[in-house]
């Protein structure tokens, strides 16, 4: 059986304040969650989460990780420093850091082969623009952007990550995919990993992302393919969240 998972992305939000009220209201009101859960947080937050989250089923993790193990790399924060604070997972190809910050499918593989080879989770991102979906690439676009991370790892390595669909075009914007177009591309997902390793097919969760919300989580995560969401806005309110996971 897959484990199933429900991860928010807090993206650049919060405060020692807000997150405290946050994580408190997640924890009292997870009662017996039949999924993982986690937060991916900003990382000055990660000794927060520690402290806050300890002794509660609720894992944590970052939002990107450095290529580089160590080094003069200002701003980065590598693998170990994730590992100090005791984290889980780790985004890795974010849409936002795919444009922002230009980071392409070799450096998405190679963060993912960092991350995993440290012992944390990479929660891979993979998507389509409006422009891609609307010219008939969605499909060459996340096999080409899975393919990369899939070449970089062994067999084994990618029994042990995570993979998320989000289609950019679905982010922040209310839009979301009908379950059955998600469910055709976590189909498609399926088949690649399938296709590297039937192993990893069976056991890797295959995350949708992009205006997840309380009113149309469980008609996604009711799709065969869909094993978990990655949530942002509603992940960063604690009675969104937990309905969130209710319905996983
Ligand atoms: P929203 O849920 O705000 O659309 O964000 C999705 C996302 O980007 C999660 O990584």
């Known amino acids: 059986m897959r484990r199933k ?133 969605t499909e060459s676009t996340v096999t080409r952007q899975l393919d990369a991370v899939l070449a970089a790892l062994s067999v084994e390595q990618v029994t042990r990550i995570v993979v998320a669909y989000e289609p950019v075009w679905a982010i922040g914007t209310g839009k979301t995919a009908t379950p059955e177009m998600a469910q055709e591309v976590h189909g498609l997902l399926r088949s690649r990993l399938n296709q590297k390793s039937p192993a990893a097919a069976e056991v890797v969760p295959i995350l949708y992302g992009g205006s997840m919300k309380p009113d149309n989580a469980a008609e996604l995560l009711a799709m065969p393919d869909i094993d978990g969401g990655l949530i942002g806005g509603a992940a960063l309110k604690a009675l969104d969240f937990l309905s969130i996971i209710r319905a996983c």
């Not at 939000?13 to 009220?21: E, I, K, P």
């Not at 980065?76 to 997972?89: I, K, T």
Request: charged fraction near 20%; aromatic fraction near 6%.
């Open 5 to 137: 998972l429900i991860a928010g992305n807090w993206k650049m939000n919060g405060s020692l304040a807000a997150n405290a009220v946050l994580l408190t209201g997640i924890r009292s009101g997870m009662g017996e969650a039949r999924c993982e859960v986690a937060v991916c947080v900003p990382a000055p937050y990660l000794a927060q989460c520690r402290d806050a989250l300890a002794g509660s089923p609720v894992r944590w993790g970052g939002q990107d990780v450095s290529v580089h193990e160590s080094g003069a790399y200002t701003g980065e924060v590598s693998a170990s420093m994730l590992l100090d604070f005791g984290s889980r997972y780790v985004i890795v190809g974010h849409s936002e850091r795919r444009s922002y910050h230009r980071e392409d499918d070799d450096m998405v593989a190679a963060k993912a082969l960092r991350a995993v080879a440290a012992g944390l989770v990479p929660i891979v991102c993979v998507g389509e623009t409006l422009q891609e979906r609307e010219q008939g690439q």
